[in-house]
């Protein structure tokens, strides 16, 4: 396991974020749009990032096994 320092960037009034260098996603085979799920142990204040489910391609608004608001 390597380990990289960050900073906290304000990313907003309410939240946080940590960018994670380019080289680490690449060796996860990590896209932009993959949801990642995140699990946080306060007590040894330490977060797991793992890689979920791919980001389906949204369908059209008439499809009828559309079960997602298109925005």
Do not use: H
Not at 16 to 27: E, G
């Amino acid at each position: 396991m390597e380990a990289e320092k960050r900073k906290l960037i304000k990313f907003s009034n309410y939240s946080l974020c940590v960018t994670l260098p380019k080289w680490v996603i690449k060796n996860l085979n990590w896209k932009k749009g993959d949801l990642v799920d995140m699990e946080v142990d306060s007590e040894s204040g330490t977060i797991l990032i793992s890689c979920g489910k791919k980001k389906s391609k949204p369908q059209k608004a008439g499809d009828k096994n559309s079960d997602q608001l298109r925005w």
